[in-house]
């Protein structure tokens, strides 16, 4: 028989962890006065709400309005609030409206507050948050010579994320890195025995290598050795880094006469049949710059019929490549 007693028991699609949203467009306003709240639980149970509806870009559009008070939550004393707003802002970050509105809010100096944070996890958010932010040229910021320094001491998951945002800032500006000892850095970490950490930091360095400074700074510090020696890696993307980084380094004579002393012309001979599209062309490439000086030019003659075979490559850019390095190789003066 039916009784008119209320359970004590919730429903069981509520989530006790989480605040409840209200109803319609009071949802979002009611959440943001919760993250001003004074009581950590409704901080908490506000962020825990948010972080699931900011992963619709309507909401994360209205959530733009608040963005200063989750930069406030990043200084918070309790690590589980700071780890949610770093997740928040990092989820807002996954859209085009959110990284914009990032680079005009100040949120970029406001996340680099948690460089240091003691919570393994906040720094996660953090730094994929900012390897978001990185992807965008407006997204730039002076947090080179910081990352720079903490690819030294973080963990290695943390290195990844910092090796990207690196690489993402070093397309649009390859200076201020260069003034920090990047290159050093860079070149530790292509011996790394992580293989994703060796991929990320070749690519890096092929990314730092494409202005003149970059180009004399890998020739400083002797970085051709370690390049040539990735061009034998198991994986297929730290060869085709690793050829790509050889490629603009080499655009200098004295990049050429180094990476041929390094043996690189017999390391990327190989490579021209790789599996791989991308090794085929940076290793095609590559071996056209050191063509251009006497000594490359001498060795390659007698591998010309080998570049021969990829006129008819399945990718149409290694044909171009080939044909012009059976070009530069046979170019007689």
């Known amino acids: 028989m039916a009784h008119p007693r209320i359970s004590a028991q919730l429903p069981p699609d509520i989530d006790p962890t989480k605040a409840p949203v209200a109803f319609g467009r009071r949802g979002l306003p009611k959440l943001n006065e919760e993250l001003?709240?004074?009581?950590?639980?409704?901080?908490?149970?506000?962020?825990?709400?948010?972080?699931?509806?900011?992963?619709?870009?309507?909401?994360?559009?209205?959530?733009?309005r608040f963005l200063d008070n989750l930069k406030n939550l990043l200084l918070d004393e309790d690590k589980t609030v700071r780890q949610k707003t770093t997740e928040v802002l990092y989820i807002m970050a996954t859209h085009s409206i959110g990284r914009t509105n990032f680079v005009e809010h100040g949120v970029i100096p406001a996340l680099a507050q948690l460089l240091d944070d003691p919570v393994d996890i906040c720094r996660w958010n953090m730094h994929y948050a900012l390897k978001l932010l990185s992807e965008t040229p407006t997204g730039q910021s002076g947090l080179v010579s910081p990352l720079v320094q903490k690819l030294k001491t973080e963990k290695e998951d943390i290195q990844e994320l910092i090796l990207d945002t690196l690489t993402g800032c070093l397309r649009v500006e390859a200076f201020e890195a260069l003034a920090k000892g990047s290159v050093s850095v860079l070149k530790?970490?292509?011996?790394?025995?992580?293989?994703?950490?060796?991929?990320?930091a070749a690519e890096a360095l092929?990314?730092?290598?494409?202005?003149?400074?970059?180009?004399?700074?890998?020739?400083?510090?002797?970085?051709?050795?370690?390049?040539?020696?990735?061009?034998?890696?198991?994986?297929?993307?730290?060869?085709?880094?690793?050829?790509?980084?050889?490629?603009?380094?080499?655009?200098?004579?004295?990049?050429?006469y180094a990476a041929?002393?390094?043996?690189?012309?017999?390391?990327?001979?190989?490579?021209?049949?790789?599996?791989?599209?991308?090794?085929?062309?940076?290793?095609?490439?590559?071996?056209?710059?050191l063509s251009e000086a006497p000594e490359g030019r001498q060795v390659l003659l007698k591998h010309v019929p080998e570049f021969r075979k990829h006129l008819r490559d399945s990718n149409a850019t290694v044909q171009r490549a080939a044909e012009i390095a059976i070009q530069v190789i046979e170019w007689k003066p």
């Not at 908490?44 to 992963?55: G, S």
């Not at 530790?188 to 990320?200: T, V």
């Open 260 to 289: 041929i002393n390094a043996e690189a012309i017999d390391y990327l001979l190989p490579l021209i049949h790789d599996e791989k599209s991308k090794v085929r062309l940076y290793a095609i490439k590559a071996l056209t710059m």
């Open 206 to 256: 092929m990314a730092i290598s494409v202005p003149l400074e970059g180009k004399n700074m890998v020739f400083k510090e002797d970085v051709f050795p370690d390049l040539v020696n990735l061009l034998e890696d198991e994986d297929s993307e730290v060869r085709a880094n690793a050829a790509g980084a050889l490629m603009n380094s080499a655009v200098t004579t004295q990049g050429k």
């Open 36 to 64: 001003q709240h004074p009581e950590l639980l409704t901080r908490q149970r506000a962020l825990m709400a948010l972080c699931d509806l900011v992963h619709d870009p309507e909401n994360v559009y209205q959530a733009i």
């Open 188 to 200: 530790e970490k292509l011996r790394h025995p992580s293989q994703a950490i060796r991929c990320k």
